[in-house]
């Protein structure tokens, strides 16, 4: 999806900036209702610290496999998906969430396409919603 490029160069734009190359980092690309993608990102990556989800569902399912193979989330390590669901707040523990202001966005387009007027561009600051399943990076 074009929605996911515009996420991905954004991750690597952020990664550049802290000295890091995208292409360093291991990834999975996956439907969002695709259980086996944490278990391959997690059999790529053992001994990674924090995981970026582009979706709520995939990042649960992290969360569930740390928890299956005994990994302590986020003691041992720290996910985050991108927008936020209900879902997110009822998993165990909450997940930290990248809000993609989904019902802003709907919002913004109906007053676009509604109001009198020439088009415009509007811009939405996604926010970062802080819950239980992040934490420091461990000491290793």
Sequence with gaps: ???????????ADALSEAGLNIDDVPMVQADPW???AASM??????EATAVLS?????????VDEARRRGISVPRDLSVVAYNDIPDAA??????TTVDGMGV???????????????????ILTPQL???ASTGPAPTR
């Design 34 to 36: 695709d259980r086996e």
């Design 104 to 122: 802003q966005k709907g919002h913004a387009a109906a007053r676009i396409v509604f109001d009198a007027g020439p088009p415009r561009h509007q």
């Design 90 to 95: 009822r998993s165990d523990p909450p997940l």
């Design 1 to 11: 999806m074009a929605t996911d490029q515009e996420k991905l160069h954004g991750y």
């Design 129 to 131: 919603i802080m819950r």
């Design 41 to 46: 990102l997690l059999d790529a990556a053992p």
């Design 54 to 62: 582009m979706s709520v569902m995939q990042g649960i399912a992290v």
